[in-house]
């Protein structure tokens, strides 16, 4: 496996990794599913702040990071994603994808990385706390998916 800087080209099987996520599970609560022609762009807006893990020629998962709030005073924080294929979880790819983000939000003079979580994703939260994340709040019933209001679980790291 390894972990590279993603391309242009990774648009169209990174959505189709997304977009399951994003249409059958409570893990994100966008309802909103990605584009290619998106994607894209994103990859080239945040350039070496967007990583691919890849094995075999074949995507694994990604993560991201990006503005966590608007405004000056917000500039050193970001918020990231991290999202993998389910037959990567437990073999590593995320611990490498986050350990590679984390290096770059170093190198971009980052302070804080923050985590918004489903609480309906325990899976996350244990995650991050594995990598030294620390819960900063729980927001109750922030987002609405399928029908039911859902928690917001609010992680923190100082990379």
Do not use: C
Not at 37 to 66: C, H, M, S
Not at 96 to 108: F, G, I, K, S, V
Not at 130 to 155: C, N, S, T, Y
Request: glycine content about 10%.
């Amino acid at each position: 496996m390894i972990v590279r800087p993603a391309r242009a080209e990774d648009a169209a099987p990174l959505v189709a990794l997304w977009n399951p996520w994003i249409r059958d599970t409570a893990i994100t609560f966008t309802t909103d599913e990605k584009t290619e022609a998106g994607l894209a762009a994103d990859i080239a807006a945040r350039g070496p702040a967007f990583v691919v893990a890849e094995d075999g020629g074949a995507l694994l998962g990604f993560a991201t990071f990006f503005p966590f709030r608007a405004g000056p005073g917000y500039a050193w924080t970001k918020e990231h994603t991290v999202i993998l294929a389910p037959e990567a979880r437990g073999r590593g790819a995320g611990r490498a994808l986050m350990a590679a983000l984390e290096d770059e939000a170093q190198r971009q003079g980052v302070h804080a990385l923050m985590a918004g979580i489903s609480a309906e994703n325990p899976a996350g939260v244990a995650f991050h706390a594995a990598i030294g994340f620390h819960e900063v709040a729980r927001l109750p019933q922030v987002g609405r998916k399928f029908d039911r209001w859902m928690d917001l679980v609010l992680m923190q790291k100082f990379p």
